[in-house]
């Protein structure tokens, strides 16, 4: 019997790179899975498709992370598809760059809905329905704590909240039986940032192992979290960035 079996899975932004092999790797070990798309609907479908090919259970919910009555609606549909929700998964997000002093109010506005106010609502939708032994997991990002670059201000400010929702999170599920943990990708190679993408050597030259991530690097440390072996894990961030940070 596979670790996850019996356990019911929601991935934001599930529909490609890192989102879609954490839905991919969960279902693998048992899980039935269902992903949010905001627009990438052939994407997901066939990360569903594929999930399915391998006997698996998966759904895909079209949902915007800006729309807090749609993440809402997306959890309740996992419930009527599945009748139980034990994992959440807060992936999706957005990098916007640019010069401190050029940034509009909507930009700020943009990342913070994504990469903040979503999970903050995914958590209290799933949240009141999570069963004991729950967990949540944030993606968050190692420029969190470390900004080697200009350019960057905006996209680590919204992850370095992730880390104090997530931080805060752990102390009010925690009665529940709930883990709450975040885990930090460095540079991973998906179609966003590509291993043999224009700035690759430069990400490569700040890490101890100068090699890329795969997504099922990541995939496998969040699967960690989200097993048994995590039940004692909480409040707690997994940096995965060859060392960047060190």
């Known amino acids: 019997m596979s670790g996850l079996t019996g356990k019911v899975a929601l991935v934001t932004g599930g529909s490609r790179g890192i989102g879609a092999e954490i839905a991919r790797r969960l279902a693998a070990d048992g899980a039935a899975v269902a992903i949010t798309y905001a627009s990438r609907e052939e994407d997901?479908?066939?990360?569903?498709?594929?999930?399915?090919?391998?006997?698996?259970?998966?759904?895909?919910?079209?949902?915007?992370?800006?729309?807090?009555?749609?993440?809402?609606?997306?959890?309740?549909?996992?419930?009527?598809?599945?009748?139980?929700?034990?994992?959440?998964?807060?992936?999706?997000?957005?990098?916007?760059?640019?010069?401190?002093?050029?940034?509009?109010?909507?930009?700020?506005?943009?990342?913070?809905?994504?990469?903040?106010?979503?999970?903050?609502?995914?958590?209290?939708?799933?949240?009141?329905?999570?069963?004991?032994?729950?967990?949540?997991?944030?993606?968050g990002s190692n420029l969190a704590s470390r900004v080697p670059w200009p350019g960057i201000s905006l996209y680590a400010m919204t992850k370095s909240g992730l880390v104090g929702l997530t931080k805060g999170a752990a102390r009010d599920f925690g009665p529940c039986g709930i883990t709450v943990n975040v885990v930090h990708p460095g540079s991973t190679n998906t179609d966003m940032n590509p291993a043999d993408g224009d700035h690759s050597d430069l990400q490569r030259g700040a890490m101890a192992i100068p090699r890329y991530n795969e997504a099922s690097d990541v995939a496998s440390l969040v699967r960690w979290l989200a097993g048994p072996e995590g039940r004692s894990v909480t409040g707690a961030e997994f940096t995965i960035d060859g060392g960047s940070n060190a």
């Open 44 to 139: 997901a479908r066939s990360v569903v498709s594929n999930i399915g090919a391998s006997g698996g259970s998966a759904i895909a919910i079209q949902a915007d992370g800006r729309n807090g009555e749609e993440i809402e609606s997306a959890v309740a549909q996992v419930l009527t598809n599945y009748s139980a929700l034990d994992i959440l998964v807060n992936n999706a997000g957005i990098f916007v760059t640019g010069d401190l002093l050029e940034f509009s109010e909507e930009d700020l506005d943009h990342s913070l809905s994504i990469n903040l106010r979503a999970p903050f609502i995914a958590m209290q939708a799933a949240g009141r329905h999570l069963r004991d032994g729950g967990r949540i997991i944030n993606i």
